[in-house]
């Protein structure tokens, strides 16, 4: 999972995650914040397999292809940002190619940055695993 800290902000009851100058607009219901200020401080988790390359999104540029047989690991950049993307061995990708890119946010996980509680309305209202994430990812 790549993490990003950005933004959680609230605009006329809709969410929309904020990572640079990446706008994400999030599905009605998804976050459990109910925070009284306009805007919290956010580390936004996505699977590679939840990040989307096609016509529609964002425009990106692919900064590298890893081809592992059955898929390809790609890494994007869009907004400064740099994404991870797992994608079907059939797609074909050269670094330097612009592409467009999207996520699943139905699927996006939103930590509280502060505390590392898991703000998403789907599962467990107390998650502190988001230090654990971190703590694996550097053994």
């Not at 790609?74 to 059939?90: K, M």
């Amino acid at each position: 999972m790549t993490l990003f800290e950005g933004t959680l902000h609230r605009q006329a009851g809709q969410m929309e995650a904020r990572i640079g100058s990446l706008m994400i607009p999030l599905p009605q219901g998804h976050v459990a914040w109910t925070g009284t200020s306009d805007s919290v401080a956010i580390r936004l988790g996505v699977r590679s397999e939840d990040v989307l390359v096609g016509e529609t999104g964002e425009p990106a540029v692919v900064k590298l292809v890893e081809p592992t047989g059955h898929e390809n690991i790609a890494l994007l950049t869009t907004h400064g940002v740099v994404v991870t993307a797992r994608l079907g061995a059939d797609v074909r990708l050269r670094p330097g190619e612009a592409v467009r890119v999207a996520f699943r946010t139905s699927r996006l996980h939103v930590f509280d940055q502060v505390s590392g509680t898991r703000l998403n309305s789907d599962g467990p209202p107390r998650v502190t695993a988001i230090r654990n994430l971190q703590s694996i990812g550097k053994r």
